[in-house]
């Protein structure tokens, strides 16, 4: 199967223009694409996590890679799917956001000579003229095509600012960029973003009369419609340091039944006739189908050694088997002990497993709360410091817990 019938074969492609130019220019290697991110945090998600993806496989197959940092577009910030302004950012936050996202960048694509190149465009458009732009760029959008946009139709609702109105001229003219400097005739991106980039392909032909094409992929979303990649407590990040590979690990590990092959099929690099196998998979084979998902995923994003260590931790847990030493732990002092004991509630409270006292009375008091596997239903259940000197695991509901350590 060639590289194009792959990618629809694994749901990937949403919508793509002048299919069959596309399709022979990957297929043979010989497309330079690009895929632009805006640094709005200090790393990337679980929302960026399939684009690298594919940028990964279109290089494996010889197309050559752009990633396109947006250091100058994210100080407007992009409207698509938004129902209010994004918060603006200084332009130190901006570059500090831009390095983290190149560190990252380089666990996925391979970057230098002839390679993928990694670019911003705050290269060229904080030194832009605005008077310029109007009449060079502006002159070739429609104000009535832009507001039928998907992108804009959302904010319309609520208010849309003119400084978000500007996004898809500035996107349209990165694409405009990349065409002239590095012979890029191919964007990529979410399927939020189909206007924009057809934006930047009709700015290419009325400029230069070339011929670029554009492509979006899916978004990652679950079987009710909605955006995968958050929790209740924010967003999946690839940074170990704000999403643990453990906590990385559970949330794949935990996607719904309906979800799990779709998710194989379009983050993974395992082969298709192995994922064609396990749809018919049923019942506690959808555990082990969850279970090759979160490893595959840990192992791209963390590693190998990280995704053997949440492997064997989340056994510790939930299968009575393999290690405790990698499961996420959390440390006490003397000073949340009271009359030399710790309570369950305090003790919730101290680990971060529940926000307030009053949070974790309700959550004993409800039946889902243990130690070591014994259920807890006492809410003056108080514990003395020996009982940390051996191994002390305390769980909320099916998904939160930790190794309670004493320093």
């Not at 590095?182 to 230069?208: A, H, P, V």
């Amino acid at each position: 199967m060639e590289l194009y019938d792959e990618l629809v074969a694994r749901g990937l492609i949403a919508q793509v223009t002048n299919e069959d130019e596309v399709r022979d220019k990957i297929n043979k290697g010989e497309a330079t694409f690009y895929i632009g991110f805006d640094p709005t945090a200090d790393s990337l998600h679980v929302g960026h996590f399939m684009a690298l993806c594919l940028m990964k496989r279109l290089q494996m197959a010889g197309n050559k890679p752009i990633a396109l940092i947006g250091g100058g577009t994210a100080m407007i910030g992009d409207p698509s799917g938004r129902t209010d302004m994004r918060s603006m950012m200084t332009q130190d936050t901006i570059n500090h956001n831009v390095e983290c996202f190149k560190k990252q960048m380089s666990r996925f694509i391979e970057f230098g000579d002839d390679k993928a190149m990694l670019v911003n465009n705050a290269d060229w458009i904080l030194d832009l003229n605005y008077l310029e732009v109007l009449r060079d760029v502006g002159a070739h959008f429609s104000v009535n095509r832009m507001l039928a946009a998907e992108c804009y139709k959302q904010r319309l609702e609520r208010g849309l600012s003119f400084l978000e109105f500007n996004y898809m001229i500035l996107q349209s003219y990165d694409f405009l960029k990349l065409f002239d400097n590095y012979d890029c005739t191919l964007q990529f991106g979410g399927d939020d973003q189909w206007s924009n980039m057809i934006g930047g392909m009709e700015l290419i032909r009325r400029k230069r009369g070339g011929q670029a094409n554009a492509m979006t992929i899916n978004l990652l979303l679950n079987s009710e419609g909605k955006k995968m990649g958050k929790t209740v407590s924010g967003a999946v990040w690839l940074d170990p340091e704000k999403t643990s590979p453990y906590d990385f690990y559970q949330y794949w590990r935990n996607v719904d039944d309906a979800d799990v092959i779709k998710c194989i099929k379009m983050l993974t690099f395992l082969p298709l006739d192995e994922i064609n196998k396990m749809e018919a998979w049923e019942g506690s084979q959808l555990n082990e189908a969850k279970d090759i998902l979160a490893y595959e995923l840990t192992k791209l994003v963390h590693g190998e050694e990280e995704a053997d260590k949440s492997r064997e931790a989340s056994k510790a847990l939930f299968a009575g088997g393999g290690s405790s030493a990698n499961m996420p732990s959390e440390t006490i002092t003397e000073a949340d002990f009271k009359d030399g004991k710790i309570d369950i509630l305090g003790l919730l409270v101290a680990t971060g497993l529940a926000p307030s006292r009053a949070e974790a009375r309700r959550n004993v008091q409800q039946g889902g709360v243990s130690v070591n596997g014994d259920k807890v239903t006492d809410t003056f259940t108080a514990y003395e410091p020996s009982a940390f000197d051996e191994e002390f695991i305390l769980k909320k509901g099916k998904k939160k817990f930790c190794k309670v350590e004493l320093s």
